[in-house]
């Protein structure tokens, strides 16, 4: 320090940058300023400065920061010094001077700590309320995205500096916005003590609890190499903090591969609750242990999940509006009175003087696969709980009916999305024959479920009210796919009740007629999106779409062109694969006035050529002409003016390969090079799935193709050995690769190995070539879904266990013709694989040959199919089936397996969750080439015998295809 003669209420500060010491190529030169003028200061230049002399006014200094009122105010000799020198981060510096000379820092998240430092260290307070202000309000802006690296740098510097708020408001944040940093590569960067305290905050919001199990899993499968914990450490002991009683059934079943004992604790929670929810939540709330079974609720809570969660009754959304003090003995005297009224009463009913929670932020549920959740006993706790829902997904429910959705529509004005889905029907008329048809209506026993009766009597009641007094709702999206309970008049109450629908998906609804279809759309003039698929959509329907329907109303397009006042000019999706009741006409009608249109799916359909060159859109993004009989000159025409086509789809077209379909100009084209690299030059495809008509003739071919995330190669493709070897080199970014009829080899496995790091989707299906068990030694890591069907012939169980170590991630599992296993194989399946929940196994040795019991362990599963694996399945496997997996939907069998003849069927109340069953029937056929041996006969498919439960009836089906 050195002193200066000034006035007596300045000093003279000279601000050094320790690192300009060492820094050459920093100017020697020193930049003089006044505080005076401190809202006209450089900043950026001052920092080009090795030092920097600033006039400041003592008193200010003194009455501002602490570290100046004691250098400047002490009864020590350098106290009266006019010239102080200071060494500190020049920015920081500067920073703190311009605030205690009245200017207004703008704090960001980059220079927030160096502040807040500086700030701390000379002991400015009025900047640390600046800091923490501008801290907190940053953490709780809704919507604002804090980068992570900022938030643990801040934690870190928080604790080492024991400043209490911001480690506070740290973990305060990610518990809030938990859903999008668990988005983040830098998530497992988070500190051990800081996700442990977020996951303990009050106001912890997710959307399940799946969400967070597989979020603490990602955490430490990336930390068990590092020095954040170790196999061994007691910090795993965090996935204790998992509600284990609000895990979906496949989840919690595929823990048990590498966390066996938390999967399972998981899976015999589940059973229990299953068998009696009533008895183990009582007992929780009297051993003051409710919050296991509470759903994680926030008002910052935007959606909730609960899919999968085959146990889940509406005593959970009871618990969901339970008044949160309930820790008080009074009030819990008072909830377990109530509880034993409404077990006297079959109802649950609050008292009055009960406080519910309600939680109004909540605009989304999902409660897909939940079949003991009854609409009608949960509906009145959905109304306290989320009063503002507007998005309820409900698939594979069974149990939920048509009158369900008008209930909907009543108890909730603000619902805009429905989804309703169930398994659509495996014998489709377009693509099946049917030999014989009955149906069987359910009888309501006397001993039916009290949540059932209740359901019934109150969705009479409204279904009633809601028809005679109908009131236009505001629901724009509405899904009831493979919904066979929906006739015509149920069309008709729909258009009657949503006015505003603007997305329509009833694919599958084989009972609906063309007419009842063209009623609902000359109803719903908002219509921009109709998924029709395997529907009696045809001539009808057609009319209404190009009729001028829109002329009268105010929903008209400002457009000049002749089409613009139909329906089919806006039209943005249309699906109606399957559709055989639309003639070429109509389509080519149908085509002629599209404008709008994105998303065409025409598949198994009679379009043709004229009706493609007819077509008028330039929007298209998503096409599929499989199973067609169009052109591929017709077919280059419209990929030539919707160039902003992502996804092509073209397998099963014969005709495509033929040369006389296209013009000379074309054939010459093509002997250059395959109309694939054409179809590319025209767009930047990510899905494609074709066959006949496509090559791929060099390895140039594939360069535009680069972008491809879906890949289907089928029938009548010829890419060639040597291109689907470089195929994954050239397409890295591929998801899903599925080859049928090709040739293929370990070579080609090798370079799926090297290259394809995302790959989730493998299915070879009849193909050929020298494929070996070297297959199964290739590491697909992210494979979920997994099927080779008529592939490996030579597979052992000693390959199939290597497969499951190679790929552990699998989830859908088919294998067809591996005629080498045996008994075996099911506990190296069930082993390698415990959250399966797809299973095929067809001609597969011996494998049901002394039963089924192994399989069962994979608890998870939806689809079951075991067919021509060993008579070893006894009579009663399907009831058996149905109890043992609650998510069972689809069996399929054969009665080849059936040890005593044949299979017996489960009653209504029996099937459980199960949807689906089929039985397939075979007959011996003289073989010609041999007469003097047992082998002369062999077993050929006879028919399939179809038995389907819904919300109302049993059908039994008979069908000559094997299904």
Not at 798 to 826: M, R, Y
Request: some cysteine; aromatic content about 8%; overall charge negative.
């Amino acid at each position: 320090m050195a002193s200066a003669t000034t006035d007596g209420d300045d000093v003279v500060l000279e601000l050094i940058d320790p690192s300009a010491v060492q820094n050459e190529l920093r100017p020697e030169k020193v930049t003089s300023i006044s505080t005076s003028g401190v809202e006209n200061w450089n900043v950026g230049l001052l920092l080009q400065s090795p030092s920097v002399k600033v006039r400041a006014n003592r008193n200010r200094l003194v009455e501002q920061s602490a570290y100046f009122r004691g250098l400047l105010c002490g009864s020590f000799s350098e106290s009266s010094l006019a010239h102080v020198s200071i060494r500190w981060n020049l920015e920081a510096l500067v920073h703190v001077l311009q605030f205690i000379h009245g200017f207004h820092l703008h704090i960001t998240s980059n220079n927030f700590l160096l502040i807040l430092e500086a700030a701390l260290y000379f002991g400015v307070e009025s900047l640390l309320l600046e800091c923490e202000s501008w801290f907190q309000q940053m953490t709780l802006a809704e919507g604002q995205q804090i980068p992570m690296d900022t938030v643990i740098e801040a934690w870190n510097f928080g604790l080492e500096q024991g400043i209490g708020f911001v480690p506070e408001l740290c973990k305060g944040y990610l518990a809030r916005n938990f859903a999008w940093v668990t988005s983040l590569n830098s998530f497992p960067d988070i500190p051990y003590d800081l996700l442990h305290s977020c996951i303990e905050h009050p106001l912890l919001t997710l959307d399940s609890e799946r969400h967070l199990c597989e979020a603490l899993l990602i955490w430490l499968s990336d930390n068990r190499r590092s020095s954040q914990c170790s196999s061994d450490d007691s910090k795993f002991d965090i996935l204790r903090k998992v509600r284990i009683s609000l895990l979906p059934l496949e989840f919690a079943a595929g823990l048990r591969r590498d966390f066996s004992q938390l999967g399972e604790e998981g899976i015999c929670t589940i059973l229990d609750l299953m068998k009696d929810s009533f008895s183990i939540i009582l007992a929780a709330l009297v051993g003051d242990k409710l919050d296991d079974f509470r759903i994680r609720l926030t008002e910052y809570s935007e959606k909730i999940s609960l899919a999968g969660c085959v146990h889940i009754t509406a005593l959970f959304l009871f618990l969901v509006v339970l008044p949160s003090d309930l820790d008080m003995t009074a009030k819990k005297r008072m909830v377990l009175s109530e509880l034993d009224n409404c077990t006297a009463n079959n109802r649950y009913v609050l008292g009055k003087s009960l406080m519910t929670m309600s939680y109004k932020s909540v605009r989304e549920m999902d409660i897909s696969k939940c079949p003991k959740l009854y609409f009608g006993s949960a509906v009145k706790w959905l109304l306290l709980a989320f009063p503002s829902l507007s998005i309820l997904r409900a698939s594979h429910c069974s149990q939920l009916k048509i009158e369900d959705f008008y209930c909907l529509l009543q108890k909730f004005p603000l619902i805009t999305e429905v989804d309703m889905t169930v398994d659509t029907s495996p014998f489709l008329p377009a693509k099946v024959s049917v030999v014989s048809m009955s149906s069987d209506k359910y009888r309501v026993a006397s001993t039916t479920p009290y949540a059932m009766l209740e359901e019934n009597s109150l969705l009479l009641n409204v279904a009633k009210t809601s028809l005679e007094n109908p009131a236009m709702s505001n629901i724009s999206k509405l899904t009831l796919e493979g919904r066979n309970e929906i006739n015509d008049l149920d069309l008709l109450k729909i258009s009657a009740l949503c006015g505003s629908l603007s997305y329509l998906n009833i694919k599958g609804c084989t009972m609906v007629t063309d007419m009842g279809i063209s009623k609902l759309i000359s109803k719903c003039l908002h219509i921009k999106s109709l998924i029709l698929s395997y529907t009696s959509f045809g001539q009808s329907s057609v009319g209404v779409l190009c009729s001028d329907l829109l002329l009268t109303s105010n929903l008209t397009e400002v457009s000049d062109h002749k089409y613009s006042c139909t329906m089919a000019f806006r039209l943005q999706q249309l699906h109606i694969d399957g559709c055989k009741g639309i003639d070429q006409n109509s389509i080519s009608q149908l085509m002629c006035r599209m404008y709008m249109l994105k998303i065409l799916m025409l598949r198994g359909t009679s379009v043709t050529d004229d009706a493609l060159y007819d077509f008028l859109g330039s929007f298209l993004e998503s096409l599929d002409v499989s199973e067609t009989m169009v052109s591929m000159q017709a077919l280059m025409s419209v990929v030539r003016r919707n160039t902003g086509i992502r996804c092509l789809k073209a397998t099963g077209c014969t005709k495509l390969n033929r040369p006389d379909t296209y013009d000379l100009a074309s054939a010459v084209t093509a002997n250059h090079k395959g109309y694939l690299f054409e179809l590319s030059q025209h767009c930047i495809l990510e899905e494609v799935a074709f066959g006949w008509g496509f090559s791929i003739l060099s390895v140039e071919e594939l360069v535009p193709l680069s972008r491809l995330r879906f890949i289907t190669i089928g029938l009548g493709a010829s890419p060639g050995h040597h291109v689907l070897c470089l195929l994954p080199k050239m397409c890295p970014l591929l998801e899903s690769v599925i080859l049928i009829f090709q040739v293929i080899s370990d070579r080609i496995f090798r370079s799926i190995q090297e290259s394809l790091k995302n790959l989730k989707v493998l299915q070879l299906c009849c193909c050929l070539g020298d494929l070996t068990s070297f297959a199964c030694k290739i590491s697909m890591p992210q494979l979920r879904i997994l099927r080779l069907e008529w592939v490996t012939p030579w597979m052992t169980n000693n390959d199939l266990a290597i497969l499951t170590k190679n790929c552990p991630n699998v989830v859908e599992f088919s294998l067809s013709g591996c005629k080498l296993l045996d008994s075996a194989s099911q506990e190296i399946i069930s082993n390698g694989w415990p959250g399966l929940t797809f299973i095929h196994l067809e001609e597969c040795g011996k494998i049901t040959l002394d039963g089924v019991s192994f399989l069962f362990n994979c608890i998870a599963i939806e689809d079951f199919l075991l067919r021509h694996n060993g008579k070893g399945i006894e009579r009663n496997f399907i009831y058996e089936a149905a109890s043992k997996l609650p998510l069972l939907r689809k069996l399929a069998l054969d009665l080849c397996d059936a040890c005593e003849g044949g299979f017996d069927s489960p009653s209504h109340a029996e099937r459980c969750f199960l949807s689906t069953v089929m039985i397939s029937r075979c007959k011996s056929q003289k073989c010609a080439f041999d007469s003097q041996t047992m082998e002369a006969f062999r077993s050929v498919h006879k028919e399939t015998i179809v038995i389907e439960w819904d919300c109302k009836e049993v059908r039994t089906t008979v069908v000559k295809e094997r299904i």
